[in-house]
């Protein structure tokens, strides 16, 4: 008997039983204060643990009370507006950095980076025949399933996977930032060569170039990008990296660190996690929707007609009818997600570079008016805003990425996050905590890991 693809009759109706005796008795969470998720029902975080990485500000203490503010993101301890500003200004890319940052809880010297640099430019190189034995066999059509079996399958090739010592997972976590574009980006053209019957490309990275650089070099038949190109995408994944230690794929880290598997295990399930669409695939669901929204929106400059398309939406009339108007709101932020802040200010330009002006003012009629239509048609209990993954989506478009890739790209910068965690839940674990660690421990301010 082969490997059974199809839902029988005989499954549908166990499929039912097993229904009918697993359904929990709602009123149950409330009486017994039991949060089905991490967070409960008015929004407010569950604590879940502490972390350093990363802080997320929504709300500040006004006369006692709690009252919604600009949201803020930090990096150990640095605000993201102003890390991002320090390299965009200077010209440089703030990928290596940012991520020299979380790792290490500090910024680095010029020589610190290029050291590290250096250490990450000699890791992007992949097991002799990996991409043929493992990328080639098989291809996915999702390149989530077939980036967290690469992540799975380079455990075979460690000659010490389970060592869970700090300086064996640091050296593996360093190893998967570096080729985590190269795993995506090669799992994405076996698939477009496969499954789609085009042309296969695998380009080889570059030392000397940065990551970013690097996905676009390795995805274009042609080798070629622009200056601009390289640079909305190295700050798209700046801003992808971290947004702390509560958010689902990070938080799935910790627990799965916090049992002593190995590295290889616990990034997979943070990638599994990740690639659910209540996590990871948002910025996909709203490209899509602008898609359905500009077939039917006739006028894309009638505020009318578009705002009666988003009460469809809410009303469950339009798109997939889940009444949802996607790449709105956060379980966290209120007033705005100063990611998004940050990332507009690129996404006008790079929409002018491209042709592309009258996306761009579509997008920014339905960031104007979503919250006010949201506001008539339900009962909120916070403020909504547009979040990270309203634009994120539309600049992958523009820079030409595939639609698989959006997750994947998430991925290639959560990483980074998921490394500076699993090594923070390790040298925290069982209150081992070294001298080094102890006075950094006594004077930084802990943040709670609440934000889903």
């Known amino acids: 008997m082969g490997f059974n693809m199809k839902v029988t009759p005989e499954i549908e109706a166990l499929t039912k039983i097993c229904e009918d005796h697993s359904k929990m008795d709602v009123s149950l969470y409330a009486k017994y204060d039991v949060k089905r998720g991490l967070r409960d029902i008015n929004g407010k975080g569950v604590l879940a643990g502490l972390t350093q990485i990363s802080n997320i500000v929504s709300s500040k203490e006004e006369d006692g009370k709690s009252v919604p503010c600009e949201g803020e993101l930090y990096y150990r301890g640095i605000n993201i507006e102003e890390l991002t500003k320090g390299f965009l200004q200077e010209k440089r890319f703030g990928f290596e950095e940012a991520t020299y940052l979380l790792l290490f809880g500090t910024l680095p010297t010029q020589q610190q980076l290029d050291d590290f640099c250096k250490i990450l430019g000699d890791q992007r190189c992949l097991p002799r025949n990996f991409v043929r034995d493992v990328i080639m066999k098989a291809p ?23 060592d869970i010592s700090l300086p064996n997972v640091l050296r593996q976590c360093i190893n998967l930032i570096s080729i985590f574009p190269m795993l995506s980006v ?46 909305i995408l190295d700050l798209a994944l700046v801003l992808h990296m971290e947004h702390g230690g509560g958010n689902n794929s990070t938080f799935t880290t910790h627990v799965v660190s916090s049992s002593g598997t190995d590295t290889y295990s616990a990034i997979a399930a943070a990638l599994g996690s990740l690639k659910g669409p209540k996590h990871g695939g948002a910025n996909i669901k709203v490209v899509r929707m602008f898609d359905d929204m500009k077939k039917h929106v006739k006028d894309w400059k009638d505020e009318e007609e578009v705002s009666e398309y988003l009460r469809k939406l809410l009303h469950k009339e339009a798109f997939d009818k889940r009444g949802l108007i996607y790449g709105m709101g956060h379980a966290v932020y209120s007033i705005s997600d100063p990611r998004a802040q940050i990332f507009k200010k690129f996404v006008k330009q790079l929409a002018e570079e491209k042709g592309r002006q009258k996306d761009y003012q579509l997008y920014e009629m339905v960031e104007r008016l979503a919250p006010q239509i949201i506001g008539q048609e339900r009962h909120i209990y916070k403020g909504v805003s547009a979040n990270v993954d309203f634009y994120s989506g539309f600049v992958y478009s523009m820079l030409e990425l595939p639609l698989e890739l959006y997750t994947p790209m998430f991925a290639i910068a959560r990483i ?27 004077t930084q301010q802990y943040t709670v890991l609440t934000e889903r």
């Open 186 to 231: 090669y799992g994405y053209q076996a698939h477009r060569h496969y499954n789609q019957n085009k042309s296969l490309y695998i380009h080889h990275p570059k030392k000397e170039l940065s990551t970013a650089e690097n996905i676009l070099l390795m995805l274009r038949p042609d080798k070629k990008y622009t200056p601009f190109e390289a640079t």
């Open 416 to 442: 980074v996050g998921w490394s500076a965690h699993r090594m923070e839940e390790l040298i925290n674990t069982d209150k081992i905590i070294r001298p080094a660690y102890k006075n950094v421990l006594e």
């Open 140 to 162: 996915s059509r999702d390149m989530m399933n077939t980036l967290s079996r690469s992540v799975l399958t380079l455990y075979s090739y460690d000659t010490n996977p389970e």
